[in-house]
């Protein structure tokens, strides 16, 4: 019996410090992920919040859990390694799969069309590359060469504000400098200021 509660008391000193120590370092991968991807606001436009802390804390909590199971001080010390091993690249896959969903929660494109501006995630911009811009949607007229292309993309559910083809970049400052602009976002209405430092959200 008493060896049992020993063994058990192992296992959960164990557990403990792979908790802390995972705690630690994924308090830092937020907090860069936070200050590098969603700064200024950026935060604003999608919940990101939500989907940060459901994703890290499954990986917190993922990795104690298989250590108390699979870790024992009545396994060799081999055996004890191999298994850390495999929770370990457990670990950095499940890290690794949520950074990216997170990444695409990122802004794309802020673009206005129809008198409104629309925000554009990483995740759902046809382009390849994804730098931040400010556009507006140049829709083509009616009987143009570039109106099949356009009523096709319609047809294939493709919205206005994801036809990047149509799109004219304007220069940050030209707009939203003076009097902020009301930006529809995943998340409502976020308000934008373009600054000579950039977009900031509100």
Same mark, same amino acid.
């Not at 959960?12 to 120590?21: A, G, N, Q, R």
């Not at 936070?34 to 804390?57: A, E, H, K, P």
């Not at 206005?160 to 220069?171: K, L, N, Q």
């Given at each position: 019996m008493q060896n049992t509660l020993k063994v058990f008391r192992t296992k959960f000193v164990w557990s403990l410090i792979h908790f802390l120590v995972g705690g630690l370092f994924l308090f830092l991968i937020a907090t860069w992920i936070f200050f590098s991807w969603f700064n200024n606001?950026?935060?604003?436009?999608? @919940?990101?919040?939500?989907? $940060?802390?459901?994703?890290?804390?499954? @990986?917190?909590?993922?990795?104690?859990?298989?250590?108390?199971?699979?870790? $024992?001080?009545?396994? $060799?010390?081999?055996?004890?390694?191999?298994?850390f091993s495999c929770i370990l690249i457990l670990q950095i896959v499940s890290l690794g799969y949520g950074v990216t969903q997170i990444d695409g929660q990122r802004l794309a494109y802020i673009v206005k069309w129809q008198n409104s501006y629309f925000t554009v995630l990483k995740s759902e911009d046809r382009r390849a590359n994804h730098d931040e811009a400010l556009y507006h949607f140049n829709e083509p007229t009616v009987q143009s060469n570039e109106r099949a292309f356009y009523e096709m993309m319609i047809k294939n559910d493709i919205p206005p504000i994801e036809i990047y083809e149509y799109f004219v970049e304007v220069p940050a400052l030209a707009e939203c400098n003076k009097s902020p602009c009301e930006v529809i976002s995943k998340s409502g209405l976020v308000k934008l200021k373009n600054t000579e430092k950039g977009m900031v959200f509100y």
């Amino acid at each position: 019996m008493q060896n049992t509660l020993k063994v058990f008391r192992t296992k959960f000193v164990w557990s403990l410090i792979h908790f802390l120590v995972g705690g630690l370092f994924l308090f830092l991968i937020a907090t860069w992920i936070f200050f590098s991807w969603f700064n200024n606001g950026r935060y604003l436009l999608t @919940d990101l919040v939500g989907i $940060s802390v459901i994703i890290l804390s499954i @990986d917190l909590i993922l990795g104690p859990i298989f250590n108390f199971w699979l870790l $024992s001080p009545l396994k $060799s010390k081999r055996e004890n390694i191999i298994n850390f091993s495999c929770i370990l690249i457990l670990q950095i896959v499940s890290l690794g799969y949520g950074v990216t969903q997170i990444d695409g929660q990122r802004l794309a494109y802020i673009v206005k069309w129809q008198n409104s501006y629309f925000t554009v995630l990483k995740s759902e911009d046809r382009r390849a590359n994804h730098d931040e811009a400010l556009y507006h949607f140049n829709e083509p007229t009616v009987q143009s060469n570039e109106r099949a292309f356009y009523e096709m993309m319609i047809k294939n559910d493709i919205p206005p504000i994801e036809i990047y083809e149509y799109f004219v970049e304007v220069p940050a400052l030209a707009e939203c400098n003076k009097s902020p602009c009301e930006v529809i976002s995943k998340s409502g209405l976020v308000k934008l200021k373009n600054t000579e430092k950039g977009m900031v959200f509100y």
